[in-house]
């Protein structure tokens, strides 16, 4: 079956540090593979992905990503961690079998919480 | 320019009630998809639309779950009979298309959170 894990519930980071946050898939096939975040009342947003390529991407807000095919792993990590960086983060991987769209399967989020 | 709306934002319905979620997508946008998402949980696939056609309703918990876009646009998710356990809140999302190996981002609405009673 296709899943993606979240291992962490939290995250605690002091501003300034360096955050990850962590994610790994099992996916039949290449992996198409997605980081959205969810502030609080508000919908999903898009910070970047993986298709092909090179195995760092950068996305929105200063993160990035390393894609890492050995471990099956995609994790976010952004270099210097702010307060507003703070909410829920999803790993999310296109289904393999979705026929050509983006048939998304979730992680159950992670929550980052940057303290000052 | 506007994103993806959704009404109303909150629902609270006794429980056997009828239900009816409406999405605006991105103007042009081709790719509709509704997910819930439970308390705590991450997003999980209902249903996929290309246009007017419904492609994929195979995460549709029952047949008391039912989704349209008649022009192509706005969609309505409407739940027959309501149960505690379709508390939850119900987020639509567009892309701009569907091609074979779509490799676009979805852009999400803010949600309907529902509350059965």
């Known amino acids: 079956a296709q899943s993606v894990a979240q291992p962490e519930d939290q995250v605690n980071v002091a501003e300034g540090n360096p955050l990850t946050v962590k994610c790994t898939y099992s996916v039949s096939g290449n992996p198409y593979l997605f980081w959205y975040v969810q502030y609080p009342n508000r919908g999903l947003q898009f910070l970047l992905k993986?298709?092909?390529?090179?195995?760092l991407v950068k996305g929105s807000y200063g993160f990035e990503a390393e894609f890492n095919k050995s471990q099956t792993s995609f994790h976010l990590k952004k270099p210097s961690a702010l307060v507003s960086d703070s909410a829920l983060y999803f790993c999310a991987v296109r289904d393999f079998w979705s026929g050509g769209y983006n048939k998304l399967i979730f992680g159950a989020g992670t929550r980052l919480a940057v303290h000052p | 320019g506007a994103g993806v709306s959704q009404s109303p934002r909150y629902k609270v319905a006794k429980r056997g009630q009828d239900v009816a979620l409406r999405c605006d997508p991105i103007?042009?946008?081709?790719?509709l998809f509704w997910y819930q998402q439970a308390l705590g949980q991450g997003p999980e696939f209902l249903t996929y639309f290309q246009n007017e056609a419904q492609l994929d309703k195979s995460g549709l918990p029952s047949d008391r779950f039912f989704a349209e876009r008649p022009e192509g646009s706005v969609s309505t998710l409407k739940i027959q009979r309501t149960q505690q356990e379709d508390s939850a809140v119900y987020l639509c999302?567009?892309?701009?298309?569907?091609?074979?190996?779509?490799?676009?981002?979805?852009?999400f609405g803010p949600g309907t959170r529902l509350t059965v009673t």
């Open positions: 103007s042009g946008h081709v790719s």
């Open positions: 999302a567009s892309s701009p298309r569907s091609l074979a190996g779509d490799s676009y981002e979805q852009y």
């Open positions: 993986y298709i092909t390529g090179d195995n």
